[in-house]
Nanobody
């Protein structure tokens, strides 16, 4: 299993970013996926999850109505669209499938 996140960067408060997670080594369409994040000095926390077919999703209260999760089973890619970003969204974002995770991508929200 290999999961590779990309799309992070520096963005001003109120801005947007779209993270991607390219997956390989398993049948992507058969598994639900999730995003977690870890801010400096804090524990890793759940951000969002999506079902295998992409029909249902769950979000942490802190990102609900601002973030959208989706998966393209034809491209073996998971996405996280992040809008109206806040400084407290800063952290390393990881995609996960079961006990497998990637190396993460850094998101910094700062003016």
């Amino acid at each position: 299993v290999q999961l590779v996140e990309s799309g992070g960067g520096l963005v001003q408060p109120g801005g947007s970013l779209r993270l991607s997670c390219s997956a390989s080594g398993f049948i992507f369409s058969a598994y639900g996926m999730s995003w977690f994040r870890q801010a400096p000095g804090k524990e890793r926390e759940f951000v969002a999850s999506i079902s295998a077919a992409g029909g249902s999703a769950n979000f942490a209260d802190s990102v609900k109505d601002r973030f959208t999760i989706s998966k393209d089973n034809a491209k073996n890619t998971l996405y996280l669209q992040m809008n109206t970003l806040k400084p407290e969204d800063t952290g390393v974002y990881y995609c996960r499938m079961g006990n497998f995770g990637g190396q993460g991508t850094q998101v910094t929200v700062s003016s």
